[in-house]
């Protein structure tokens, strides 16, 4: 992160009962910055947004905004504007009316015409400026979802805080709201904390990304970093589509990684100690079909049956099986002309796009093994 802290979470916890939601949550984003907050349901995403907003109060640690310790200060006083997964809407008024009941306030009030100027840009970035005279009650769920949003962005805010705000939106038009979201001059120029399940949105948006298990923030970083180096396999596996291929083995003598079954045996860029339990990581994207070409530097080979094949397009994702276990790959749809089950394969891949990784033990995924 460069720059100061705009808005920060230090050592948060919060319970419910026997459930941990937050556990000693550390996080920072910078002003101005575009955070994305990624992981599964039950991580504690929205616990993490409502603290920040003033709405659930913590059991232990600080939230800042600012610089100034948000303790005590009610969620009005706070100057941050939050888009609810529910909506939140007012059903029986219209999407006018809803834009505008931020811009009513004694804080934000702005005269009838700058509101209504600033409604209408809202309206038609979003998508709905059509929209404005009918009743929130009469809109399809998406339509709701971009009318909530819209009531986030009208008005002015030291910090944006956005709750899956894209989770009801068909693909084609949440493919479009990802680029006007980046595009939107207010967002751009005020600190966002985003949530969200999808690896997808969190790298098309995030500045910076933070994956989050059982209420810790496992890594942050850059989508470089967490794609090129994520720090354990949950890490891994949150990014990619297919995940990424978790090839487990034991670390021989020489340094080469056995299968269980023995079934082959690869060499290791990355040093690790005789009889070390570990898991090769390999991205879909990396392997290729064939053996390795000499004017692509060395690399190793594997063998294997083609199990499946799925049609992504222009690419085809290819499920191979080697040595007793799974591999997924995509390739140009002209490499995969021919290709049925059970006929044999050969697969290369780099030693320079593989990651090493402790095996899982339970509850804790396997660490990144780095040189």
Known sequence: MTGPAALALRGVSKRYG??????????????GEFFCLLGPSGAGKTTTLKTVA??????????????????????????VAMCFE???????????????????????????????ERIGEVAELLGIGALLERPVGRLSNGQRQRVALGRVLVRPARAFLLDEPLSHLDAKLRQAM????????????????????????????????????DGRAVQTGTREELWYRPCDTFVARSFGRPQINLLPGTVTAEGRLRAPDGAYELPLAVPAPPGTAVQLGLRPRDIGLGAPRPADGPGWELTGTVHVTELLGR???????????????VVPRAEAAGLVPDR??????????????EADRPARPGRRIST
Do not use: K
């Open 344 to 357: 044999p394969v050969r697969l290369s891949v780099r030693p320079e796009s593989l990651l090493l990784f």
């Open 315 to 329: 690419a085809v994702e290819v499920t191979v099986r080697t040595g007793g276990q799974r591999l997924s790959l």
């Open 178 to 213: 990802r680029a006007q979201l980046r595009a939107i001059g207010a967002v751009r120029d005020t600190t966002t904390l985003y949530v969200t399940h999808d690896s997808v949105e969190a790298l098309a948006l995030g500045d910076r990304i933070g994956v989050l298990r």
């Open 18 to 31: 026997r459930t941990v939601a937050l556990d000693g949550l550390d996080l920072e984003v910078a002003e």
């Open 86 to 116: 529910s909506y939140a809407l007012y059903p029986h008024r219209t999407v006018r009316d809803n834009l505008a009941s931020p811009l009513r306030s004694p804080r934000h009030r702005l005269p009838a015409h700058l509101a209504r």
């Open 54 to 79: 003033g709405l659930v109060e913590p059991d232990a640690g600080t939230v800042e905004l600012g610089g100034a310790d948000m303790a005590g200060v009610e969620p009005y006083d706070r100057g």
